[in-house]
């Protein structure tokens, strides 16, 4: 079974609103959680590294005031992609890093929250 | 240049057929490779890791060239299921692994 959730699965939204993306580990705590985006036909992309109790660390040209990132507990991250617009339209997808029982440690994905910006 | 690059394909193959898929990657830093298959609209899910010594799983094969810098993919005997995209995927190990992924490269298995 999944191992990782997010929520919603998928969002459509006016231009200008807030959207906040769920991630929550279901059979581990996960230290360490991290954001991707994904546009048609491309790779993922590293959005930003999620680490419980600090300060998200985002990559070269992701704008952290756009992309608030909370990881409040070892079991939840939070993706607030903040104003939206049509270019953020995207996949969203998040993992989280840790250690399920009888296996090492991994990166386990979760579903992806497809988001539509009108 | 990308750090990680792969054929965008499609590759069409008809049912049994063998296919390589192949990646490079520019970072000699990189410690832990890996193939990742990832279905139309939903996440990537892993399929194996690549060792120096050359692994095999079931009906794939992959090998690693650090000296090359390149890594590849065996898929023998492909079925109708495997239509998928298949990426070639990259680690940093900073405590943590950081995944760096290809475009990946689409495969198409007809009947």
């Known amino acids: 079974g999944a191992v990782v959730s997010q929520h919603p699965s998928w969002v459509i939204c006016k231009s200008g609103t807030s959207v906040k993306i769920e991630c929550r580990s279901l059979d581990f705590q996960a230290t360490t959680m991290f954001w991707y985006r994904q546009f048609p036909k491309q790779s993922l992309m590293l959005m930003a590294t999620?680490?419980?109790?600090?300060?998200?660390?985002?990559e070269q040209g992701v704008e952290k005031d756009k992309f608030l990132i909370n990881h409040a507990s070892l079991t939840l991250s939070t993706l607030t992609v903040t104003s939206a617009h049509p270019e953020d339209s995207s996949f969203y997808i998040c993992s989280a890093y840790g250690t399920l029982a009888g296996e090492g440690e991994t990166q386990y994905f979760g579903p992806g929250t497809r988001l539509l910006v009108l | 240049r990308k750090e990680v690059e792969q054929d965008p394909g499609p590759f069409n193959v008809p049912e049994g057929a063998t296919v390589a898929f192949n990646c490079t990657y520019s970072?000699?830093?990189?410690?832990?490779f890996f193939w990742y298959r990832q279905d139309c609209r939903k996440e990537p899910k892993l399929l194996m890791s690549v060792y120096s010594s050359g692994n095999e799983d079931g009906r794939f094969t992959a090998q690693l060239n650090r000296a090359s810098q390149y890594i590849s993919l065996l898929n023998r005997d492909s079925k109708l299921s495997d239509s998928a995209t298949y990426l070639c995927?990259?680690?940093?190990?900073?405590?943590?692994?950081?995944?760096?992924f290809g475009t990946g490269t689409r495969l198409l298995v007809s009947p």
């Open positions: 999620s680490n419980e109790g600090s300060k998200a660390t985002y």
């Open positions: 970072n000699s830093a990189s410690q832990s």
């Open positions: 995927v990259v680690a940093m190990n900073t405590g943590f692994q950081k995944l760096v």
